[in-house]
């Protein structure tokens, strides 16, 4: 089992910054994929961005490319996303996930983000 917790939401103005921590315990792996993915009212969960435990390689999701970075700490088994640049439209619920390309079974409780105008 792996428990993953996430930490660092909040209320911001626009064009501000946030940084999202998600530490991993228990089953952990050097393999495997974390993710960040978030949730707006009324919509459906989202992709936005992943890196490989491995060898760090990342991707994004278009919509947050040159805004978001997604960094991990091997030693601490966290996994960071930081936000800059944000705006109303990144309000949501921010979950993180860990698990394969494609296959994410394990998922952190949520932490909101929520931009104002």
């Known amino acids: 089992q792996v428990q993953l917790v996430e930490s660092g939401g909040g209320l911001v103005q626009a064009g501000g910054s946030l940084r999202l921590s998600c530490a991993a315990s228990?089953?952990?792996?050097?393999?495997?994929?974390m993710a960040w993915f978030r949730q707006a009212p009324g919509k459906e969960r989202e992709f936005v961005a992943r890196?490989?435990?491995?060898?760090?390689?990342?991707y994004y999701t278009d919509s947050v490319k040159g805004r978001f970075t997604i960094s991990r700490d091997n030693a601490k088994n966290t996994v960071y996303l930081q936000m800059n640049s944000l705006k109303p439209e990144d309000t949501a619920v921010y979950y993180c996930?860990?698990?394969?390309?494609?296959?994410?079974?394990?998922w952190g409780q949520g932490t909101q983000v929520t931009v104002s105008s």
């Open positions: 890196i490989s435990w491995s060898t760090g390689n990342t």
């Open positions: 228990g089953r952990t792996f050097r393999s495997g994929i």
């Open positions: 996930a860990a698990g394969q390309l494609g296959s994410y079974p394990y």
